[in-house]
């Protein structure tokens, strides 16, 4: 009998290797050697005959051979060609009988009739009980993708393989029963927990879905924030270029005057120097009016600093600016800042009318500034021209008479104190 357990084993191999495309990565021959083993296992751990023995051992070994021709209805190819085989070895007719009827019982739909059919059916979904299941079924599962049979993505899987398990799959032998058994509960708890990891998994999926919507949704709300924010920013910044504008000409007009006063003015006590008199008072002029027009357009306004609760009630006043709430109290303040966040159309209504007056302010300062720059040019010029004049008509006139001091300017040395270093 080991003889013929060789030769089917041998038949097996060449079969599957010729025959057998390279898509059954489940049913080829590792599985067939696995089922084989788990029939000896449960053989000679039970109470079974030598020829039942036998028996197992070549249906193990046939019960797949159908796979060669076709998938569905394999377990009828796989008779034939057992019967076709075994008659060529000479095997008795009740032996050959007996092995086609364990390889009918691998058929999984179908509840086992016989002690036989009961070993080669838990045989056969021996995996189930075994460390090594979850790699069997990634190779199934693969196998039916190749095949155009099904496409299962993880998830579907995972939930077939809870069914299996949980509904259509039981242990027949009491040897099976006994020690496969409790490994195929683990891994069903394995599975159930993968299960559950995988339900968290896409309720967070989920959810980032749903945030995303909502930011989605909302983007006009965050597009009008972005709007106001960016409009009051560049506001801001202009508000800062034209006040630096009107220092920096309220400083050299500033630095001109003091120029002219000390040394200018002084020379005019000398009849001989009249002819500057002209010159000098158009440039004072226009230095003057330019820094009278840089303080206007720098100068802030005076604000009430007070309302009313009609006016909040009312949305007539404008709580971001300071001007119109300085006055008020803490309480009062509070109040009004509540009822404005209470209606999002009152808080855009006050970052348009903030938004508006500032350009206001904006226009009108750079309006005065416009005018202080052309007044400060055109007086530069014209005071240039003014004095190139005076000199052309005025007799024996140089700029070194005009710049050097009086006669009687006396400059005195500085006295320092020993101490004034260290001030």
Excluded at 35 to 47: G, H, Q, T
Excluded at 165 to 190: C, G, I, M, P, V
Excluded at 366 to 387: K, N
Aim: hydrophobic content about 40%; proline content about 2%; some cysteine.
């Amino acid at each position: 009998m080991a003889d013929i357990i060789k030769k089917t084993e041998d038949f097996v191999f060449n079969l599957f290797k010729e025959d057998l495309p390279n898509t059954f990565l489940y049913h080829n021959f590792t599985h067939t050697q696995r089922v084989l083993r788990s029939v000896k296992e449960i053989a000679e751990n039970s109470d079974i005959s030598t020829e039942n023995s036998t028996v197992l051992q070549l249906a193990a070994l046939l019960h797949d051979t159908g796979y060669t021709k076709m998938r569905e209805g394999h377990e009828e190819e796989s008779v034939k060609i057992a019967t076709t085989f075994l008659e060529d070895q000479h095997l008795e007719k009740d032996i050959i009988d007996a092995v086609n009827e364990c390889i009918m019982a691998t058929k999984f739909k179908d509840v086992p009739r016989t002690d036989l059919g009961k070993v080669i059916r838990d045989a056969d979904a021996s995996h189930f009980g075994k460390e090594y299941f979850n790699e069997a079924s990634e190779f199934l599962r693969k196998e039916l993708e190749l095949q155009d049979i099904k496409t299962y993505s993880a998830s579907e899987w995972l939930a077939e393989n809870i069914k299996v398990l949980s509904q259509k799959h039981q242990f027949y032998t009491d040897y099976a029963l006994r020690n496969w058994q409790k490994q195929k509960e683990d891994n069903l708890a394995d599975l159930i927990k993968s299960k559950k990891k995988e339900k968290k998994r896409r309720q967070k999926e989920q959810m980032k879905a749903q945030l995303k919507a909502q930011a989605k949704d909302s983007s006009p709300e965050r597009a009008i924030q972005s709007f106001y924010r960016t409009a009051l920013r560049n506001h801001i910044k202009l508000s800062d270029i034209a006040d630096t504008k009107a220092n920096i000409l309220l400083s050299v007009n500033a630095i001109i005057i003091s120029l002219m006063l000390s040394t200018l003015f002084s020379k005019f006590d000398n009849p001989a120097n009249q002819f500057l008199i002209v010159p000098t008072v158009i440039l004072m002029l226009s230095s003057i009016i330019s820094m009278i027009l840089s303080i206007i357009a720098t100068r802030p306004n005076i604000t009430s600093g007070e309302f009313t609760k009609e006016d909040v009630e009312n949305k007539k006043v404008n709580l971001t600016f300071f001007g119109n709430f300085h006055k008020m109290k803490l309480e009062d303040f509070e109040w009004a800042i509540n009822e404005l966040l209470k209606d999002k159309d009152y808080v855009y209504s006050s970052l348009t009318k903030d938004l508006y007056f500032l350009g206001k302010v904006l226009d009108r300062k750079y309006r005065i500034l416009r005018v202080t720059y052309t007044i400060f040019m055109v007086g530069m010029i014209i005071s240039v021209i003014a004095f190139a004049v005076s000199f052309k008509f005025a007799p024996n006139a140089t700029i070194n008479d005009v710049l050097k001091p009086a006669a009687s300017t006396t400059i005195m040395k500085p006295q320092h104190n020993q101490y004034d270093y260290y001030v």
